[in-house]
């Protein structure tokens, strides 16, 4: 190896080095929404995970679901001086404030996977999937499944106000708005719960005549389809064939209910937000690189046709 290819991999392995030692001094607050969902689950594990590999010191606190907690715990994290925060805000609207008093005190914010209704300089980037495109997904999958046939639709909404929900919907709209056989007849929120989404789901049968009317049920994440499975079920009639199931997430749930033959589709949703958030900001501390404002994570289809029960056994394990 030539002198000057010596002194290369010297460098980077000096940069590596003092990037994780960068990361090993730091310690982060992260203000989760709760663990309403497997998914959410398994991004709580993901993050403590990515967190203790890099050698930060990770302060956690679950918000169980209400904002007013979130914001508490920000303002706990800024009175500590913690190096940075990570934020997944369970609505859009009301940020404003603790987000401007975390600039003042020169602390960087990183949203995770939701978005908000703030000016974009008071958070360093948001680590998201293009959630528009994955209610497309969706809603472009449901199109190629009934061609021509009438479909009427049934939505299971994810948490009202929250960037998903309204993407989510707006996406799978979208996609159908140009085929007049398909129409969503009822929609309502089941708050990404399975429990509130069978117990939705259980009203819209009452609804549509038991269920006979329905086609399709789009749920904007895999747990609230799951939950609606058991009440297509409890009604005597066949999730996936009576009644077709998408949503989004990619647990392994999904992939279980997709091998029985009570799933049709899921948008996979990665967990791990965090992994590139902590890099961008091990960047930002080390040399002031400023990272895009929103780093979008992948949003791939899969159906029964994708090797499900492979899917399943992939996932298990990851703190679903
Ligand atoms: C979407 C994320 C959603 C998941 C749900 O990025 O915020 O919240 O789809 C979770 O499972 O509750």
């Not at 002198?3 to 607050?29: P, Q, R, V």
């Not at 994955?134 to 960037?163: F, I, M, P, R, Y």
Request: aromatic fraction near 6%; proline fraction near 3%; charge should be negative.
């Amino acid at each position: 190896m030539t002198y000057f290819k010596k002194l290369a991999l010297a460098a980077s392995i000096a940069t590596a080095l003092s990037s994780s030692a960068m990361a090993a001094d730091m310690t982060i607050g992260f203000s989760q929404i709760g663990s309403e969902s497997g998914w959410r689950a398994a991004e709580t594990s993901v993050t403590k995970q990515q967190a203790e590999k890099r050698g930060i010191t990770l302060k956690f606190a679950d918000a169980q679901q209400k904002q007013e907690n979130q914001i508490k715990a920000i303002r706990g994290f800024i009175a500590q001086g913690v190096d940075a925060i990570l934020v997944a805000p369970v609505v859009a609207t009301g940020w404003d404030d603790v987000l401007t008093e975390a600039k003042e005190a020169k602390i960087p914010v990183i949203l995770l996977d939701r978005g908000v209704d703030a000016s974009q300089d008071l958070y360093l980037t948001s680590v998201a999937s293009d959630q528009v495109k994955e209610g497309k997904v969706a809603g472009d999958w449901l199109v190629g499944a009934v061609k021509d046939k009438d479909c009427k639709v049934v939505e299971l909404q994810g948490t009202v106000g929250s960037t998903p929900a309204i993407n989510r919907k707006k996406g799978f709209e979208e996609a159908i708005a140009g085929h007049n056989n398909i129409s969503i007849v009822r929609s309502q929120t089941g708050d990404f719960t399975r429990s509130k989404g069978k117990e939705v789901m259980e009203g819209f049968l009452k609804a549509e005549n038991g269920g006979k009317g329905i086609c399709a049920v789009y749920a904007h994440n895999d747990d609230m389809a799951v939950g609606a499975i058991q009440a297509i079920k409890d009604a005597g009639l066949k999730p996936g064939t009576d009644i077709l199931v998408v949503s989004i997430d990619g647990v392994p749930d999904i992939f279980a209910a997709m091998v029985a033959g009570e799933a049709n589709a899921t948008v996979e949703l990665t967990p791990n937000m965090a992994g590139p958030a902590l890099d961008a900001l091990a960047a930002y501390k080390k040399d002031g690189t400023v990272p895009p404002k929103f780093i979008i994570t992948e949003s791939k289809l899969y159906t029964p046709a994708d090797n499900p029960q492979g899917e399943y056994d992939a996932r298990k394990g990851l703190g679903y």
